[in-house]
């Protein structure tokens, strides 16, 4: 199993980013999909989630209203769409698949397999 992050950047606060995971080696459509992120001295911390088929997202209070997750099940991809982004935002994300459910999505340990991570730098 091989998820591949990509799409992170150095960007300005307040501009968009998106980011992708490819997945591989699994039946993607039967495992739900997050986002986490790690941002220097600080703990891993869950973003956003989708289900696996149902289109149901999950979001962090910290990024409701500004990031999208959704998914692609014909590309095995899932997506990061992050918008009016802040310094805070700063962080190495991560993508994830698991069998995850409504009571048990924001826990990383719940998650199977994890991709590389990938940089996001917002500057102020």
């Known amino acids: 199993v091989q998820l591949q992050a990509s799409g992170g950047g150095a960007v300005q606060a307040g501009d968009s980013l998106r980011l992708s995971c490819a997945a591989s080696?699994?039946?993607?459509?039967?495992?739900?999909m997050g986002w986490f992120r790690q941002a220097p001295g600080k703990e891993r911390e869950f973003v956003a989630a989708?289900?696996?088929?149902?289109?149901?997202?999950y979001y962090a209070d910290s990024v409701k209203g500004r990031f999208t997750i959704s998914r692609d099940n014909a590309k095995n991809t899932v997506y990061l769409q992050m918008n009016s982004l802040k310094a805070e935002d700063t962080a190495v994300y991560y993508c994830?698949?698991?069998?995850?459910?409504?009571?048990?999505?924001?826990?990383?340990?719940?998650?199977?397999?994890w991709g590389q991570g990938t940089q996001v730098t917002v500057s102020s």
């Open positions: 989708i289900s696996r088929s149902i289109d149901i997202t």
């Open positions: 080696g699994l039946t993607f459509s039967r495992y739900g």
């Open positions: 994830a698949a698991g069998d995850i459910r409504a009571y048990n999505y924001r826990y990383s340990r719940k998650y199977e397999y």
